[in-house]
């Protein structure tokens, strides 16, 4: 069974930065898509940046467009999302996923495997 942990969360301040990564291990794949995925309290899972094996292709969240940027070492099976300019409206858990069929755009239903989650808090 694939696990994924993700780690880099923490608490910062308004306007600052952070680094999420995403550690693969017990999985043997290597054609699958990759996203990273969001819950803040009393919402629901949202996906913020994902990743499409087939092209390439990555989507960004209208939220998070041009302040967060996805990235992978495929070679390291290793996955990050690098994320400044952060704001209060960022504060969540922060999942990371992988599918290993194509998922509709970065929709949470199309990945099958999951991370346990990272906290991330922005103070103002």
């Known amino acids: 069974q694939a696990q994924l942990v993700e780690s880099g969360g923490g608490v910062v301040q308004s306007g600052g930065s952070l680094r999420l990564s995403c550690a693969l291990s017990?999985?043997?794949?290597?054609?699958?898509?990759i996203g990273w995925f969001r819950q803040a309290p009393g919402m629901e899972r949202e996906g913020i940046s994902c990743i499409t094996e087939s092209d390439s292709s990555t989507f960004y969240a209208n939220p998070v467009k041009g302040r967060f940027i996805i990235s992978r070492d495929k070679a390291k099976k290793t996955m990050f999302l690098q994320m400044n300019n952060l704001n209060r409206e960022d504060t969540a858990i922060y999942y990371c996923a992988a599918a290993t069929r194509t998922p509709v755009l970065c929709r949470p239903d199309g990945y099958d495997f999951w991370g346990q989650g990272t906290q991330v808090t922005v103070t103002s």
């Open positions: 017990e999985f043997d794949r290597n054609y699958y898509h």
